[in-house]
């Protein structure tokens, strides 16, 4: 999939990168991604297939591969360890039973990945037995503990050669590189590395066309001595190498699809938040994330490296983001909760000794006045530690916390929502802190799940944020798009409502942060980038909005032949097009079936009558158990203009003259005078109520006789005089009888039998579609319970503002659809 129309640039790495983000990409040799695979990833022959195929579409030679160990390897050296530091009587079995389950492990994939290449296969499992042997010397000499850092390299080590090995038996030069001969630590107990000097040694190892593929986890101190990154550290070994080489991207593929606005396992209604703002991500990390681990973000801060989070089994799905964007993505909320955090609280905890313990340890929360620190439930271990080796009385207890986390949430109006909800919850709060980027409510009690989804219901519910497209920038789009900051600063259901798209028959502007809707007329051709509708296409298939809404404004039939796609790719439909509704019956309903059933709005009321409420009308009264017996009506407002002039002062053809030059008309007058389009409405009303026909089943009289149709414009005009005697004749034969001319469509439904035609009558002057003003619309509705008395909508039925009008009405009520919208996400194992 390319999407060269809409970003410009057809490097692999733009299909991750190039649209939740507008940052200017570089070219496709100047752009460069970290691509980090983890363990779930790196597990069975199946897995490794996949990040096999995923390399091979998405990861150019320039970019670096770093990998974490096979499956749950480093568990099982971290077991070995324990193992060693309880001496227990079974020790020896049990070292024996992990060590050959991890030799098997390593071999079986060897084997199988590696199939047919014998000698390859053999070269990796000698270096893999010589690998056991020394762990087997160390553990007899009982070095192991010693040793345990070299210990739990090798996850990683085996894990780059077995990869690096597979790449290059299927064509890929590839190298492995050990990190330990390239990342240097300054300070270990930190994990802050000597930037200058690491850098220099990987660039001197990197070398031209080949792909490296780096061990994730490990690193060396300024002696040589082996360090790790701490667990799950190869995300950072990702962003460090990263900041090293000058990377854009860092992209992690892990078994998750990405970010979510709460945990959705426990919060059903979570959504994926798709960007977040590098300081909000830092702040999740903070408190404790899963995914965003707070030391992996450290790196990307000064270079703008943007962070991408992707799912090795869905690649093709859009994850989420972390890094520098626009307002609108800076408006989201996450609410994060967690039960595994421990209080510790000392008398002796007061500046100095708090300040020195900073150093060292990440705190969740630090508390002068109640002198308490809490910290995750996995670091706590060292901190009792490293309290008794300072002798430092201290009492433990367990926490939890519910936050709020948004961008400069302290500084806006959840502040006193989240307090608010917070003081009226059962949630037994020991205190509140406030953060720039979050509100961390505190207990020594555990955090019930409904509250963490009452908590995020309030928090999220009125916040979906949905992307509107205007399609077509004709008089029409301009006019919507003239309106469209009055109607967003005015309306509320458009407050999370933002302008991010316009495209025309050829090109495109495209901003995810927001078009400026002013001035985007003005600057199109100056922005737009060309762009067909399979640009279009894609681009919807990754955007970053909760919703997006696609507004049809052009007269095209291709576009409207393109719906089955917008809706295939979850896109809701706003149409003043009529091509779509008028399809053959079966082609329409298989296209509404197809919206509904992924659940996309499709809104086309501007079809007929501009802004007036005819569609609405007439759908209501259908749904509420009226019969409809007729609908009929004057539909056209050029028709409604000629036929109320032709009063006999003025020829026929000078009347289709004046209203070309008033721009009454379509460009080719004929396109009115054919009836088509009245036609066409009048198989949209009769559809809406329910009846179900095609436009050839109904009779339409057109006014432009077969031997001025093959005509060009001009002398079709020229030749117009030729109707005059025909429509003479017609208008005085009326005016004997006091009556008018008329251009009428008529439906009407009586015993069972349904008729319909437009063309051209002549009505008694004191009939309701005598009188009307001159480009007026008006529509009859009669029912069983409309009888005598028909139900009558009147009004200015066409022209560039009351459409714009109408587009806007239905831009109302869909978002208002739209932002009470209930939305499940699909948790593996939980409801898919
Ligand atoms: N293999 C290491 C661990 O499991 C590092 C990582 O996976 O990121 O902790
Ligand atoms: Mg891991």
Redesign the pocket.
């Given at each position: 999939m390319s999407h060269t129309s809409v970003v410009g640039d057809s490097a692999k790495a733009v299909v991750d990168t190039g649209l939740l983000s507008n940052r200017i990409l570089g070219s496709a040799t100047t752009r460069k991604t970290v691509h980090k695979f983890?363990?779930?990833s790196l597990g069975t022959v199946q897995s490794l297939e996949t990040v096999l195929s995923i390399i091979d579409q998405r990861v150019n030679d320039d970019d670096l591969i770093v990998v974490?160990?096979n499956g749950k390897t480093?568990d099982k050296l971290v077991e070995i360890i324990g193992l060693v530091t309880q001496c227990q009587d079974t020790e020896d079995e049990a070292f024996t039973h992990l060590l050959l389950l991890i030799q098997a492990e390593h071999k079986a994939l060897i084997q199988q990945l590696l199939d047919g290449d014998i000698e390859c296969q053999q070269s990796l499992v000698e270096s893999l037995n010589a690998d056991i042997r020394q762990i087997q010397q160390w553990y007899l000499q009982q070095s192991l503990l010693e040793n345990r850092n070299d210990l739990l390299a090798f996850g990683e080590l085996w894990s780059s050669r077995l990869l690096t090995a597979v790449l290059n038996q299927r064509g890929r030069r590839t190298v492995a590189i050990d990190t330990r001969e390239c990342f240097v630590l300054s300070c270990p107990v930190k994990t802050t590395l000597n930037r200058q000097r690491s850098a220099d040694l990987l660039l001197g190892i990197l070398e031209s066309k080949r792909l490296h593929v780096l061990t994730g986890f490990i690193a060396v101190d300024e002696q040589g001595v082996t360090q790790t990154l701490g667990?799950?550290g190869?995300d950072y070994s990702a962003t460090l190498a990263a900041e090293l080489i000058d990377a854009n991207d860092v992209c992690l593929w892990t078994d998750v699809d990405g970010i979510y606005s709460a945990d959705p396992r426990i919060v059903p209604s979570a959504k994926k938040l798709q960007r977040i703002e590098a300081s909000v991500a830092r702040e999740l990390g903070r408190l404790g994330n899963p995914v965003l681990h707070a030391k992996t973000l450290s790196p990307l801060k000064e270079k703008n490296i943007h962070l991408h989070i992707n799912n090795t089994f869905y690649p093709q799905q859009v994850g989420s983001e972390v890094g520098q964007f626009g307002e609108i993505a800076r408006q989201e909320v996450s609410i994060t909760h967690s039960n595994q955090l421990i209080g510790f609280q000392s008398k002796r905890f007061n500046g100095k000794l708090l300040e020195q313990l900073q150093q060292t340890f990440s705190f969740i929360d630090v508390d002068e006045t109640l002198q308490q620190v809490i910290i995750s439930a996995e670091q706590a271990y060292e901190l009792r530690y490293h309290l008794q080796e300072l002798c430092v009385d201290f009492q433990t207890h367990s926490m939890s916390l519910l936050a709020a986390v948004g961008f400069a949430i302290r500084d806006s109006q959840w502040h006193r929502e989240f307090v608010a909800n917070i003081e009226n919850s059962p949630y037994p709060t020991q205190k509140i802190s406030v953060n720039e980027h979050s509100l961390v409510a505190f207990s020594k009690s555990d955090c019930q799940i409904e509250w963490v989804n009452k908590l995020h219901n309030r928090f999220t519910r009125k916040h979906r944020n949905i992307g509107v497209i205007v399609a077509g920038t004709g008089n029409i789009g301009e006019t919507f798009l003239a309106n469209f900051l009055s109607q967003q600063q005015s309306r509320q259901e458009l407050s999370q409502v933002h302008l991010i798209g316009v495209v025309n028959s050829t090109q495109a502007w495209f901003d995810v942060d927001g078009l400026p809707a002013d001035k985007v007329v003005a600057e199109f051709s100056q922005h737009a980038k060309p762009c067909d509708i399979n640009g279009l296409v894609d681009w919807l298939q990754r955007h970053p909005f909760d919703e997006v809404i696609l507004v049809d404004i052009t007269p095209s039939e291709t576009f409207a032949q393109s719906y089955q796609q917008f809706f295939a790719a979850g896109v809701h439909l706003i149409s003043a097009n009529k091509c779509a509704n008028t399809f053959a019956q079966h082609a329409l309903q298989d296209l509404q079936n197809r919206a509904n059933k992924l659940d996309c709005q499709w809104l086309s009321n501007t079809t007929v009558g501009a802004a007036l409420p005819v569609n609405y009308a007439l759908k209501d009264l259908c749904d509420s158990g009226h019969q409809i017996e007729e609908i009929s009506g004057i539909f056209s407002g050029t028709l409604s203009w000629l036929f109320s002039n032709f009063d006999g002062a003025k020829s026929f053809s000078q009347l289709i003259k004046d209203a070309l030059a008033l721009g009454l008309t379509e460009p080719d007058p004929r396109d009115d005078l054919s009836g088509l389009d009245v036609q066409r409405k009048l198989l949209i009303l009769a559809r809406l109520a329910g009846f179900e026909l095609n436009l050839e089943d109904i009779t339409c009289h057109s006014l432009v006789p077969e031997s001025l149709v093959g005509l060009s414009k001009q002398d079709f005009l020229d030749q117009s005089h030729l109707l005059d005697t025909d429509f003479n004749n017609q208008l005085l034969a009326a005016q004997q009888n006091d009556a008018c001319l008329r251009y009428v469509a008529k439906l009407a439904y009586v015993d069972g039998n349904l008729t319909a035609r437009v063309g051209i009558e002549a009505l008694d002057n004191k009939h309701a579609f005598a009188s009307l003003n001159p480009c007026d619309n008006i529509f009859l509705i009669k029912t069983n319970w409309y009888q005598e008395n028909p139900l009558i909508i009147q009004g200015p039925g066409a022209g560039r503002e009351v459409t714009a009008a109408g587009l806007h009405s239905d831009l109302v009520h869909l978002c208002r659809q739209l932002n009470s919208k209930h939305q499940d996400v699909d948790i593996k194992g939980i409801n898919s």
């Open positions: 983890g363990g779930s974490s160990a480093t667990r799950n190869s």
